[in-house]
């Protein structure tokens, strides 16, 4: 845990240039955003210390001892401190237009500070996708390593395929928590699909019902990429020449042109809260941006780089793949009233429940404020659901294949705002995982410190509805096959009206969510291919000499995974291409 002394920061003013100082303010790297991705960056640059470092990140460095406790840092809603919460646009094919509530990471660890903790890496064949797409480099053969390299997986027997030298703990879970999840697994293989330990596993079949590795310590805390990667005695070891500014809300980049191309000569930023007073910091070599598939974009739009009509003028570099391409694991589902005790709704109605499993947690590191959100991962492909929601078995590996659905069992109510319920709920999420459907990121106002107007723009593209009907009937079947397999408690609260097209539609279009897995706005492509690409396959921003992009707006094709693993896969990937550039010109 982190000692009560604080965290070692370093204030606006003396991060930015001052007349004073020819060295105070000028940096050989500056990243923007300490997120998941963020903190692996700043980590591996500032490994060399003769490399100066500035990390500027919005939001805080979140001390306290609730932040590690993995069921009360996942309750984000409503805690100003750990999440941006705001409205998304309108939504046309939901009912009433109604908007959703957007959440993104506040604070050092972004989304992984908040998450549910699950770490799922996706299959080979999502990376081999990118690779033939042009992305040369990104093939699942040529980043495993980069997965492998970050993580420290402590539980036993071990997995050739997992990394145990790495900062970050991943851990097998044990025992599944509640009993349902237990009747969950035996539904799903009853239904025609395997049960596998290690949904990690590359050989991984494409229809699988498989139990979630998570970021939880040993000693059963979080383990955010803010503590494994930046933690206080690594920040006070390197604090000469890393600084870590919290609080630090970015209004531009500066951005400049030589004889053939764009550089970024320094950053400006101001407070997050409080004064208005701009601050200024230059970079030597390179500026990456990590903060997020939704921040990163309006970085660039308030620095005139993007669409031409929807950049701050002036405009600095036409890009019309910026804040282009949103996707997300758009999230509805059914939901059946259980006994209070097989639901996390215990520890909200039961105040002594509430305290017995806080002593186990604290005691003896177990027990509800231990578990996380989601422990099975039902992965399948909506081709091989049949019309009447039964799998079709199938052994392909044809990329063609991949799961463009999940299904997840999680033991309380997913509905926004919660639909009334009187004991507990089990809910089965269902999840598209490859999205038609693609929505926008753009400017709101020109005030840095206002959150972006973002349409998902779900259900846009019609082909959705037909993956989703298919993944809410198989999860009507899994309902069914548990009532067998011995919940016999289980009784619908939610549920579509019947499993007709038009029943199924108008029940997404009730009951859709975000699943908070924001990507591609900043895509990895050729910046004139049809779906126009921002960075190149070294992540550096076109056009651009010193300007890269390391976070989850690079992703090309969406994979079927969460994507907290995959952020900091990149993040250790730009790290490599950025010292090995770094190598190259002191050799010439």
């Keep these: 845990m982190f000692p009560f002394s604080g965290y070692p920061l370093t204030k606006l003013d003396a991060a930015s240039i001052s007349p004073a100082s020819s060295e105070q303010g000028h940096y050989d790297y500056i990243i923007v955003g300490g997120g998941t991705a963020g903190c692996v960056l700043v980590n591996r ?20 001892w609730a932040t590690r406790v993995p069921l009360l840092s996942t309750n984000f809603m409503g805690d100003e401190s750990a999440a941006y919460s705001w409205s998304s646009t309108p939504l046309e094919n939901l009912t009433d237009n109604r908007s959703l509530t957007l959440v993104t990471g506040k604070g050092l660890g972004g989304g992984s500070a908040i998450n549910s903790m699950n770490y799922t890496r996706g299959y080979p064949q999502d990376y081999d996708l990118w690779s033939a797409s042009g992305c040369k480099g990104w093939s699942y053969q040529e980043i495993e390593g980069y997965f492998m390299k970050s993580e420290n997986f402590v539980s036993t027997p071990e997995r050739k395929h997992h990394g145990t030298q790495g900062e970050w703990t991943v851990r097998d879970m044990g025992d599944l928590q509640f009993s349902l999840a237990r009747n969950c697994a035996e539904a799903c293989t009853s239904l025609g699909m395997p049960y596998t330990h290690d949904i990690n596993e590359p050989d991984t079949p494409f229809n699988v019902c498989g139990k979630l590795d998570c970021t939880i310590d040993l000693d059963g805390h979080r383990n955010s990429t803010f503590h494994a990667f930046l933690p206080p005695r690594l920040a006070s070891e390197r604090k000469y ?3 870590i500014c919290a609080g630090a809300a970015v209004t531009a980049l500066d951005v400049e042109r030589d004889a053939d191309r764009s550089y970024v000569k320094g950053v400006s930023f101001r407070a997050a809260a409080g004064d208005a007073k701009v601050y200024y910091a230059r970079a030597r070599h390179e500026v990456i941006l990590c903060a997020g598939a939704i921040a990163t974009p309006q970085i660039l739009l308030l ?3 993007g669409p031409r009509h929807k950049v701050k003028q002036p405009l600095k570099k036409e890009l019309t793949g910026v804040g282009e391409n949103l996707q997300d694991h758009m999230a509805t589902g059914i939901m059946y009233n259980v006994p209070r005790a097989d639901s996390l709704h215990i520890v909200q109605k039961s105040p002594m429940r509430a305290l017995l499993e806080l002593f186990r947690y604290i005691v003896k590191g177990e027990g509800l404020f231990l578990a996380p959100v989601a422990q099975l991962s039902i992965l399948v492909n909506s081709a091989q659901i049949d019309d009447s929601g039964y799998i079709i078995p199938s052994k392909s590996t044809d990329p063609a294949g991949l799961p463009d659905l999940e299904i997840k069992p999680i033991h309380f109510n997913i509905t926004e705002p919660p639909i009334p319920h009187k004991e507990g709920v089990l809910s089965i999420m269902v999840v598209l995982m490859r999205p038609s459907s693609r929505g926008t990121v753009a400017l709101a106002s020109e005030d840095p410190l206002e959150r972006p107007a973002c349409d998902l723009a779900y259900l846009s593209d ?3 509805y037909a993956v989703i009907r298919k993944g809410i009937k198989l999860a009507k079947r899994i309902g069914e096959k548990m009532r067998e397999h011995g919940a016999k408690n289980m009784t619908d609260l939610y549920m579509p009206d019947s499993e007709s097209d038009a029943d199924l539609d108008a029940f997404v279009r009730n009951f859709t969510r975000t699943n908070y897995h924001y990507s591609s706005t900043c895509r990895m492509a050729p910046e004139n291919d049809p779906l ?31 994507l907290q693993a995959s952020a900091v896969m990149i993040a250790e990937k730009c790290a490599d291409m950025i010292k090995a550039d770094r190598l190259l010109v002191a050799r010439e």
């Excluded at 396959?537 to 690079?554: P, T």
Aim: contains cysteine; negative net charge; hydrophobic residues 40%.
């Design 45 to 64: 640059l500032s490994e060399d210390p003769s490399v100066k470092v500035l990390l500027l990140e919005r939001g805080n460095a979140r001390l306290g």
């Design 303 to 305: 620095s005139g780089i």
């Design 241 to 243: 020449h890393l600084h």
């Design 532 to 562: 126009p690409g921002v960075v190149d396959d070294e992540l550096r921003v076109h056009g651009f000499s010193n300007l890269r992009i390391a976070d989850c707006s690079i992703i090309p094709i969406m994979i079927s995974a969460h």
């Design 462 to 464: 019609p082909a959705d």
